[in-house]
């Protein structure tokens, strides 16, 4: 199983970006999916979380400002990022909970990272 991030980048402060987070594989079933990031001196934090029937969850410094979406046909996971600003800039870090064929448990995902940097 693999989980495979993009849409990062540079973006002025106040701009938009859209991050993606596609989990492939030998995938039997995807609970919760989510993303994470890291800035610089800083440990990880949860950005935002949905759950399998669509139940959210956002880090207090993000709400109204990002939005978390998912398709569970294609085990895809959005983050709409509005509104960004210089505190925004980190690494993204999308998570799956995601039970593979064969396998009774469900186990955690990351994807590789995305680097989103917020700067005039």
């Known amino acids: 199983v693999q989980l495979q991030a993009s849409g990062g980048g540079l973006v002025q402060p106040g701009g938009s970006l859209r991050l993606s987070c596609v989990a492939s594989?030998?995938?039997?079933?995807?609970?919760?999916m989510g993303w994470y990031r890291r800035a610089p001196g800083k440990q990880r934090e949860l950005v935002a979380e949905?759950?399998?029937?669509?139940?959210?969850n956002y880090a207090n410094s993000v709400k109204e400002r990002f939005t978390i979406s998912r398709d569970n046909g294609k085990n895809a996971v959005y983050l709409q990022m509005n509104s960004l600003n210089a505190e925004d800039t980190a690494v993204y870090y999308c998570?799956?909970?995601?039970?593979?064929?064969?396998?009774?448990?469900?186990?955690?995902?990351w994807g590789q990272g995305t680097q989103v940097t917020v700067s005039s």
């Open positions: 998570h799956a909970n995601i039970r593979r064929w064969g396998i009774v448990k469900y186990e955690d995902y």
């Open positions: 949905i759950a399998s029937f669509g139940d959210t």
């Open positions: 594989g030998s995938i039997a079933s995807v609970s919760g």
